[in-house]
């Protein structure tokens, strides 16, 4: 979709000049193509962080975040958190179109029978020490898939492609279940394919062997809601991981993985393990305003975990819905939890603060999603588990897209050199 219109860039210290065409989507700001500026100028582009650089075309996901809006092959958030469920909204992003019944059903089957691990997986766990942590166990089980499906498959081969997102998107709670009960001492839990997906994770997760789980609807709900909210949002650290690693012509195991370990951080998907430590940590409403004062300074390293975000700079629609989500599954599962105190008194008290207020840092996803996994009953250092098995929907469609896009090139960054200018080696006695 390229636009004749043009931008001309003169650098009057050489006279040379570029005529830089513009590049627009769907939606969205029109996008200046420098892919002749080296050429043409001798220069290179400079925006750590990425601020103003678009690295892909992609038709999966969009984001407007001075409005608030975040589409799924088109679709709002809204509508999709209203009606949809965490599977469809796989096939939607796998498959650009929301499934007819024959088409989910397929898909439903296919994701149910690639859901068990190979049995040799279980071994790799009991090399972990009992209190390794879960994101680290994901990262490992998840490469580890390249051992077992690599040889027979081709990433040119888009039967092979559709495969491995299916493998993916059907083990990933199946590994993570078995992260959590490696670490309590459980015995690991086969998939029961007569469940749903979300349903099938709940059980992987906390059915014991000695007696039958009785699961409240309410949670599966919840979970699948949470799984929606999370499963893409387009160009984010951990899915330009995924595409970088991908452009290297890596398997999708080893390209998902990388996502993981990215996801991991408290900057991006580690945000909601960390709100939650944040929200014990602060304790009582009456030390909200001291939190606040911290969050303030610029000595101190402290930041509102759960607050700001790179692309919405008025609010994070799945904030939205989901902090609607968190006060009903707290009232419907009758769980009192007073860190929702402390959480609801910071989220006011930050909402009126002129520093958050200018900043325009508002509470994201991850400021309320960890109080409904503590509710669910799922333990803190698998809260990023949670997003991971979410994401991988989004990341492996990005994935395959990259792949199926003709022309795709290695990702490789230029940089601004500030190091040592060319100089002759000195021998070790003359150092
Ligand atoms: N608490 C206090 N101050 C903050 C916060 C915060 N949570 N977030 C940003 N700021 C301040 C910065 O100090 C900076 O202030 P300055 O202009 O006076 O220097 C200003 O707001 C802009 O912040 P940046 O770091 O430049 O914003 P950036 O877009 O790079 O970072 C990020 C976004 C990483 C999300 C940041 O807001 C943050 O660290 N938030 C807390 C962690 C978090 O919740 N992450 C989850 C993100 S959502 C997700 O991944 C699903």
Same mark, same amino acid.
């Not at 582009?45 to 969009?62: E, L, M, N, R």
């Given at each position: 979709?390229?636009?004749?219109? =043009?931008?001309? &860039?003169?650098?009057? +210290? $050489? ?6 065409? /513009?590049?627009? %989507?769907? @939606? ?48 709002? =958030?809204?509508? &999709?958190?209203?009606? +949809? $469920? ?6 939607? /992003?796998?498959? %650009?179109? @929301? ?166 951080g408290p900057a991006h998907g580690g945000a909601n393990e960390a709100v939650l430590k944040q929200l014990e940590e602060i304790g009582t409403p009456d030390n909200v305003e001291s939190a606040i004062l911290r969050a303030k300074d610029k000595n101190d390293s402290f930041r509102l975990m759960g607050f700001g975000h790179r692309v919405y700079k008025n609010f994070d629609p799945r904030a939205k819905i989901i902090r609607e989500m968190c006060h009903k599954v707290l009232a419907e599962l009758g769980v009192n939890d007073p860190l929702l105190d402390v959480a609801m008194k910071l989220e006011e008290a930050a909402l009126k603060d002129d520093y958050f ?75």
């Amino acid at each position: 979709m390229s636009d004749p219109k =043009i931008v001309k &860039l003169l650098d009057e +210290s $050489s006279n040379r000049s570029s005529e830089l065409p /513009l590049v627009s %989507g769907t @939606l969205g700001p029109a996008c200046i193509d420098i892919g002749t500026l080296y050429k043409d100028t001798g220069h290179f582009t400079y925006d750590p962080g990425f601020g103003s650089t678009a690295s892909t075309k992609s038709a999966i996901t969009y984001i407007d975040g001075d409005k608030g809006v975040l589409l799924y092959r088109g679709y709002p =958030i809204e509508q &999709l958190a209203e009606n +949809s $469920s965490f599977l469809e909204v796989a096939y939607l /992003l796998l498959n %650009g179109e @929301l499934p007819k019944p024959a088409e989910f059903a397929s898909f439903e089957h296919d994701v149910s029978h690639h859901t068990m691990m190979h049995e040799s997986l279980k071994n790799f766990f009991q090399g972990f020490h009992h209190d390794a942590h879960p994101m680290a166990m994901l990262a490992a089980a998840v490469a580890s898939l390249s051992a077992f499906y690599h040889d027979d498959l081709s990433v040119d081969d888009p039967a092979d492609r559709k495969l491995a997102a299916i493998r993916l998107i059907a083990k990933m709670p199946t590994i993570a279940a078995a992260c959590y009960r490696y670490s309590v001492g459980w015995p690991l839990r086969y998939p029961r394919n007569n469940l749903e997906y979300v349903d099938r994770f709940l059980h992987m997760m906390f059915e014991v062997p000695s007696e039958p789980l009785q699961m409240n609807p309410v949670a599966a709900k919840a979970l699948d809601l949470l799984f929606i909210l999370h499963a893409d949002h387009e160009q984010n650290a951990s899915t330009s991981t995924v595409r970088l690693v991908g452009s290297t012509g890596a398997n999708p195991y080893a390209s998902i993985a990388a996502g993981i370990t990215a996801l991991w951080g408290p900057a991006h998907g580690g945000a909601n393990e960390a709100v939650l430590k944040q929200l014990e940590e602060i304790g009582t409403p009456d030390n909200v305003e001291s939190a606040i004062l911290r969050a303030k300074d610029k000595n101190d390293s402290f930041r509102l975990m759960g607050f700001g975000h790179r692309v919405y700079k008025n609010f994070d629609p799945r904030a939205k819905i989901i902090r609607e989500m968190c006060h009903k599954v707290l009232a419907e599962l009758g769980v009192n939890d007073p860190l929702l105190d402390v959480a609801m008194k910071l989220e006011e008290a930050a909402l009126k603060d002129d520093y958050f207020v200018e900043r325009k840092l508002y509470p994201n996803v991850d400021f309320y999603s960890g109080i409904i996994y503590k509710a669910l009953g799922i333990p803190t250092e698998m809260f990023t588990v949670m997003f991971a098995i979410a994401r991988t929907s989004g990341w492996i469609a990005h994935w395959i897209e990259q792949h199926e896009t003709p022309g795709s090139r290695i990702g490789r960054p230029r940089q601004v050199y500030t190091g040592a200018d060319v100089r002759d080696y000195v021998p070790t006695a003359r150092r």
